[in-house]
């Protein structure tokens, strides 16, 4: 069944799948999310992300049965092996793992952790929890028995997803985004490897160039291989087409887990049908299940099968006339065309996947209910197994699920969300029509950009309201009605910004604020001033290249720089010290040539808090 999701979204508020009529109009959306899956009593386990509660769902009698209330909003979840304990990495800059207590449903305990708690992974023992965080960019190991963080991993970049290998010797870590500056080679996101005995990084992969938003991983059976899913973006040519997967394409990245290597990168999306955003994947025996957040849609990939092929390609057994070596698997949009089934959902933005005996479980950020789709094969469409009920969708609600909706886009290569991760950046340069070809920019974040025009960093377009338009027509390349794009400017308007990961470091740091009268004596505030930290002028600051030299650029908002590197037009500088020493040697970007190495690092980590 294949549907226009976007409006899709509005006729469930009218066939009671969003709301039930006769009932009084809840308060919150649900959000669903990570799901856990108890096969011992048959029930589910369904984060509620932004109802700060969990669903309990008994699979036998497809009913949700209660909730779970937490503190904070849970972004993921994890079942002790022998079920009595539901491990909940709940909130942002205060992140907690809340231990619940099974069967009674209760939160008996809470350990504090880093920075919105993403990704958990929990050794074979049960003594020992490891959980991402995300913008602390590390991984805490939790001793279970003392409930306390015995140590910290320092990661990548955001990570995301973690994954043991099943001898519990190795942990995977995806960073979400690329850590490179992007004017570098190779400008791709890492999967880490964690030595669990000593709990130190192995080795960081790096993932084809182009690769970014990493948001799934798993580990063969046999401990071999590593899979990930994420976004493979062309972003070295211009962007003037989307046929073929001109611009974003969407990836399965395999990692031998025996050699410490990439081993092979193979396309998700179909010659004229992207696969757009791939986000949460389970591994079943010979199969792996990828949710589609972009195409509203599950895939299916025949693992045996993949293999057979790809080892017959590298020792010449197989022959494909438009592969000749190993980096063209990367751009074949048909090599894996045999072993994938694309499966329509009901749900919106499938994120996460889970398996629950003969049935693959799938939940949809905008859609409150789960689907259970059989592994069998031979269900005409899913079942739906309700978890509660919705508010009707507001103009902001709906301009979320726009920005991350591919149906809109031609051909469903992309989303808005694709360039613009959670409305932020995927730290690549693009090289767009609107000022020109042959000088590629570094993407920036939306946040505020309603209110800090004008946009990109040119400032070719005078006011955000613009570009969202002109985003629809020349890089979705399709025609949609304006009431799309009102919603999109809505949720725009109105994105949350997380607490900086540095806020609690620079207060007891630096009590007297020296980074901030730095600031000021530098020279930065006279640009980056007022409520945004931008005065929307156009300068020279001396980064200008080639046929970019004098010329002056958009003053960005410093808000979240902590969280937007790499820095400058081009995303040469991956660090803010290098924008303050070799990205600034003239002084023509803030007096700071002068400054002492300690007042670098304050200044920086003043920047760090905004």
């Known amino acids: 069944m294949k549907r226009k999701s976007y409006i899709h979204y509005i006729l469930l508020t009218v066939t009671g799948l969003a709301l039930t009529a006769g009932n009084k109009a809840p308060d919150v959306y649900l959000s669903p999310g990570a ?19 969990i669903a309990v769902t008994d699979l036998a009698t497809a009913e949700t049965t209660g909730q779970i209330k937490l503190k904070q909003n849970p972004e993921n979840l994890l079942l002790a092996p022998d079920g009595s304990t539901l491990y909940v990495g709940s909130g942002e800059a205060n992140g907690l793992i809340e231990i619940v207590a099974l069967p009674q449903n209760k939160v008996k305990a809470s350990i504090p952790v880093g920075h919105t708690p993403c990704g958990m992974a929990l050794s074979a023992d049960g003594r020992t929890l490891y959980v991402a965080n995300r913008f602390s960019n590390t991984v805490s190991v939790i001793d279970l028995k003392s409930k306390k963080v015995a140590k910290e991993i320092q990661t990548v970049r955001e990570p995301r997803a973690l994954c043991l290998t099943p001898d519990g010797k190795t942990l995977a870590v995806a960073n979400f985004l690329p850590a490179q500056a992007a004017t570098a080679d190779v400008v791709a996101a890492e999967i880490s490897l964690v030595e669990t ?9 790096c993932l084809t160039s182009g690769s970014q938003s ?106 494909d006339a438009y592969i000749r070596d190993k980096a063209d698997l990367s751009t074949s949009l048909s090599f894996a065309a045999s072993v994938k089934k694309r499966i329509a959902l009901q749900g919106l933005m499938p994120r996460e996947v889970a398996l629950a005996g003969d049935a693959i479980l799938i939940s949809s950020r905008f859609s409150p209910f789960i689907e259970r789709v059989s592994l069998s094969g031979n269900q005409s469409l899913p079942e739906i197994i309700a978890l509660g009920n919705e508010p009707e969708p507001d103009a902001r609600r709906r301009g979320e699920l726009a920005f991350n909706d591919a149906s809109i886009c031609y051909q469903q290569w992309q989303s808005c969300a694709s360039c613009h991760p959670d409305g932020r950046a995927d730290g690549l340069n693009w090289d767009q029509q609107n000022d020109g070809l042959g000088n590629p920019k570094n993407t920036k974040s939306l946040l505020y950009s309603h209110v800090t025009p004008p946009c990109m960093i040119t400032g070719i377009r005078e006011n955000a309201e613009k570009a969202v338009r002109n985003g629809i027509l020349h890089t979705l390349q399709t025609r949609q009605p304006e009431s799309v ?68 650029f958009d003053t960005p908002a410093l808000c979240e720089v902590w969280r937007t590197a790499p820095y400058l037009y081009d995303g040469r500088a991956t660090t803010l010290q290098e924008v303050f020493t070799s990205c600034n040697t003239d002084d023509k970007h803030g007096a700071t040539r002068n400054l002492s190495a300690a007042e670098l690092d304050a200044l920086i980590l003043y920047l760090k808090t905004l």
């Open 197 to 205: 005995a000593t709990n130190s990084i192995r080795s960081n992969i």
């Open 214 to 319: 990493v948001l799934g991983i798993a580990s063969s059976a046999d401990g071999k291989y590593l899979y990930a899913v994420h976004l493979l973006s062309r972003f070295s040519v211009p962007v003037t087409q989307l046929d073929r997967g001109w611009v974003n394409t969407n990836a399965l990245s395999i990692v031998d887990l025996k050699g410490d290597s990439l081993y092979a990168t193979v396309l998700l999306d179909d010659v004229d049908h992207g696969a757009a955003n791939p986000s949460g994947i389970a591994i079943a025996p010979d199969r792996l299940y990828i949710a589609l957040a972009g195409t509203h849609e599950l895939m299916s990939i025949d693992l045996a099968t993949l293999h057979k092929n790809l080892a017959g390609l590298f020792s010449g057994d197989v022959r």
């Open 485 to 552: 794009a009102v919603d999109m400017d809505e949720y725009l308007k109105q994105m949350p910004s997380p607490e900086s990961p540095y806020l609690k470091e620079y207060r007891a740091k630096d009590p007297k604020q020296t980074g901030k009268r730095l600031f000021d004596q530098a020279g930065c505030a006279q640009c980056h001033s007022g409520k945004y930290l931008t005065d929307q002028v156009k300068y020279d600051v001396g980064t200008g290249d080639g046929d970019d030299k004098g010329r002056p």
């Open 35 to 53: 799901m856990a899956v108890d096969g011992g009593r048959g029930l589910v386990y369904t984060a509620l992300t932004s109802a700060k509660a």
